[in-house]
């Protein structure tokens, strides 16, 4: 059986507070990627030993840092090494946590048709491999539509021409729709499934004009979480299922949808979340009730 996450700052972020309400809704994990204003690669070592005074006392454990990794421009030597710099520094966080050695990346930020940049993408990822192995870590490659990767399709490409046991997926589906790829599920999680390591879960649609797509609660959008959680269910996903809510009351902008972190993007997030994960919860004991 899987097991029930949330980015932290997609609650609030007061690291105490987002981590009590992961817990009372059954969750054991917590992901991070901005805690008490801070990115997480910028997070100082007095502050995790705070988040992990906070993780004991409240029976959760950290499942994956949630970093920025390769949201850059292809091509751009100087942020490439500090994208390497960011991985290195988030790995060294994940081990003082110690309970994951899984670091969520990304395949640059999309500027034009993926076929023509296949290769350069490709070979970008020949240096942190590296630096993963010497490192004893595991990057969760997500698809996202604003990089050059956006569906499970894609992703599941690249996978299988890297083919290394420490590049995997973060499969995303709500990130699929906004993609205007195939069906999230059950098309995208069938490319990405075999080589999962962590799942995303949020919820979104297309405006009825088209022109539009935004985030809603879980399980008012447009994907199949019926589907998909009896998938995961039947497949024997026992990893986290970590609720990354992106929807709010008032919408949020695309800068914070594609940069997310920081008080303002984290504001009236514990009401939000609230909603997604007694709308995730009720949905999981139904698939579970009927299987």
């Not at 292809?74 to 670091?103: K, P, S």
């Amino acid at each position: 059986m899987f097991k029930l996450a949330a980015i932290t700052d997609e609650i609030s972020q007061d690291f105490g507070l987002a981590c009590s309400v992961v817990k009372e809704y059954g969750g054991e994990g917590a992901e991070i990627r901005s805690v008490w204003d801070t990115k997480v690669q910028a997070l100082t070592d007095q502050q995790i030993r705070e988040m992990r005074a906070i993780l004991q006392d409240q029976g959760v454990l950290v499942c994956c840092i949630a970093s920025p990794f390769f949201k850059c421009d292809l091509g751009d030597e100087q942020a490439y090494g500090e994208h390497l710099n960011i991985l290195r520094r988030c790995l060294e966080i994940a081990h003082q946590f110690g309970t994951t050695n899984i670091i969520r990346g990304f395949t640059f930020w999309r500027k034009g048709p993926l076929q023509p940049v296949w290769d350069r993408l490709v070979e970008s990822f020949r240096e942190p491999i590296s630096i993963l192995e010497q490192m004893d870590g595991v990057l969760g490659i997500e698809n996202e539509a604003s990089c050059y990767l956006g569906t499970g399709g894609e992703v599941g490409r690249l996978l299988a021409e890297i083919d290394h046991p420490r590049v995997c997926a973060v499969w995303d589906p709500a990130n699929q729709v906004f993609a205007r790829g195939e069906p999230a599920y059950p098309n995208g999680y069938r490319a990405v499934r075999e080589r999962m390591v962590h799942f995303h879960i949020k919820d979104a649609a297309w405006s009825a004009q088209g022109d539009k797509a935004r985030c809603t609660p879980i399980g008012e959008g447009e994907i199949d979480y019926r589907g998909q959680m009896r998938a995961l269910l039947q497949d024997g996903y026992q990893g986290f299922v970590s609720l990354e809510t992106h929807w709010r009351p008032e919408q949020l902008t695309e800068e914070q949808m594609t940069r997310p972190g920081g008080a303002a993007f984290s504001s009236k997030g514990e009401y939000a979340s609230r909603v997604c994960f007694e709308n995730l919860v009720r949905i999981i004991n139904e698939v579970r009730g009927n299987a």
